[in-house]
């Protein structure tokens, strides 16, 4: 099991570019989640996903869209980097609150660090 | 809204002692649950141990024990016979139980984090 992997792990944008970030867990988790960790501040949720197909906003989604076409995959995109979203990336996964007490456990991926100029 | 606040931006702690960090929340929801994640300096975020607030026992894993105290808020973590590998970014998370089915997902409010050194 590679559990959650994120790809890729740096990335170097300019102001305007777009770029995806790609979020694969191999657990058949149900839900998945991106966050982005800025210094001095806890995770903060950007988007997130209860099942395949599905999507819903977190607290700061502005900026960012997600797409989960397959169970096993959570894709984040900016449209149009700002400097404002640099920041390091995380992607998490959990099986469901369905899958009994220990199903809201979430599992977090590396870490993806972008810059943008 | 719920807010997690961890007051200590830095702890330091000499290897075999024994360290408390601590965490507050504010909630007005009487079930809910409590986390702790490490995150070392790989940067992944690695689950440490979690509380339900229905749970008047205090959860263990290994080293790592949490002090619950509901009433106040309280949610504490005590690693005893700290290792150098304990060294990491510690953060609390709270989930608040499910309001409306599934759709609401599992999510996690964070605290700032508490940098957790540990001397040799």
């Known amino acids: 099991n590679a559990g959650v992997t994120q790809t890729p792990k740096f990335r170097v944008l300019k102001t305007g570019q777009s770029m995806t970030l790609l979020c694969a867990q191999d657990m058949n988790h149900e839900y998945m989640y991106w966050y982005r960790q800025d210094p001095g501040m806890g995770l903060r949720l950007i988007h997130y996903?209860?099942?395949?197909?599905?999507?819903a906003k977190g607290e700061v989604p502005d900026g960012y869209n997600v797409s989960r076409l397959k169970k096993q995959n959570f894709l984040l995109g900016l449209e149009s980097a700002a400097p404002s979203q640099t920041s390091v990336y995380f992607c998490?996964?959990?099986?469901?609150?369905?899958?009994?007490?220990?199903?809201?456990?979430?599992?977090f991926g590396p870490g993806t660090r972008l810059t943008v100029l | 809204a719920q807010t997690v606040t961890q007051s200590q931006p830095e702890m330091s702690v000499q290897e075999a002692e024994t360290v408390t960090l601590s965490c507050t929340y504010d909630?007005?929801?009487?079930?809910?649950?409590l986390f702790w994640y490490k995150q070392p300096p790989s940067r992944q975020m690695i689950l440490v141990i979690r509380?339900?607030?229905?749970?008047?026992q205090n959860a263990t894993e290994n080293r790592f024990s949490v002090n619950f105290q509901k009433a106040a808020k309280s949610f504490s973590l005590k690693i005893s016979d700290s290792q150098l590998g304990d060294a990491a970014m510690y953060f609390c998370a709270y989930r608040s139980p499910l309001g409306e089915g599934e759709t609401s997902g599992s999510r996690l409010t964070f605290g700032e984090g508490t940098q957790l050194t540990v001397n040799p």
């Open positions: 909630t007005s929801e009487s079930d809910y649950y």
């Open positions: 996903s209860v099942g395949e197909g599905t999507t």
């Open positions: 509380q339900e607030a229905y749970k008047q």
């Open positions: 998490a996964s959990s099986y469901g609150l369905l899958a009994g007490p220990e199903g809201d456990t979430q599992y």
